[in-house]
């Protein structure tokens, strides 16, 4: 079937709408199992890492604690207002000096570097503009 094709169902709709109806499977089933015994399996988890065991303490924090995430200070910085390479020398410089964190350079020289891939764009765009008004007037 190609995608310009008419389909019988759309995206989303059953083939088999008088097919089994879902959550009567065997995972539906287990899970329904399961969930009956919820509250005593967080009881027994929370008496067991009360107790001192590490993979029950884990597996609760885990579940309830979301992970803390590594953060960067904001670090200020002095460019030059050259070009975007002394720019970029300027940052390379500043890892160097431990003045900023590696992954704070290496943030700063891909933006240079998009930033540069976006000034030839422009520059391009006027160089097309200036030969297509010179062809006009020609």
């Known amino acids: 079937m190609g995608s310009g094709d008419n389909r019988k169902w759309k995206p989303g709709q059953s083939g088999n709408p008088n097919g089994r ?3 009567t499977g065997k995972v539906a089933a287990l899970r329904k199992q399961i969930e009956e ?3 005593e399996i967080i009881t027994a988890l929370v ?3 009360s107790e001192g065991d590490a993979g029950a303490a884990r597996l609760l924090l885990e579940r309830v604690v979301p992970p803390v995430k590594a ?3 904001p670090q200020a910085i002095a460019l030059p207002g050259g070009s975007l390479a002394d720019q970029g020398r300027a940052v390379l410089a500043a890892v160097a000096s431990g003045e900023l964190a590696p992954s704070q350079g290496a943030a700063l020289v891909a933006a240079i570097g998009s ?8 520059e391009l765009a006027a160089r097309i503009a200036v030969l297509e008004e010179r062809n006009a007037r020609s």
């Not at 930033?115 to 422009?122: C, G, K, M, N, Y």
């Open 115 to 122: 930033l540069a891939r976006v000034v030839e764009v422009d």
């Open 37 to 39: 015994h919820v509250p």
């Open 71 to 73: 953060t960067e200070q």
């Open 47 to 49: 008496a067991k890492a």
């Open 21 to 23: 109806p879902s959550g």
